[in-house]
């Protein structure tokens, strides 16, 4: 079970890849205001509980947003 403050810390997260769009590991780490030792232990819970949302790329180190889409009716 996930304590408040690792839904917290990942949905802040969570929330400057949605705004940025895509964003390098360690800009995020800056952005967040978290240590390189924090990123590491919630970057696997990021990777499964927020799949739908975002994207983490292994080679380039680049977190993206993912695209929504739109189905007209």
């Given at each position: ?5 690792m ?14 769009g ?11 205001s ?13 990777e ?26």
């Amino acid at each position: 079970m996930a304590t408040k403050t690792m839904l917290k810390k990942g949905s802040n997260l969570i929330g400057i890849i949605q705004r940025e769009g895509s964003i390098h590991k360690f800009d995020l780490i800056d952005k967040a205001s978290i240590s390189l030792s924090t990123y590491n232990q919630m970057k696997p819970y990021i990777e499964y509980r927020y799949k739908q949302y975002v994207r983490y790329d292994e080679r380039t180190g680049i977190w993206s947003k993912v695209k929504s889409e739109v189905i007209d009716s």
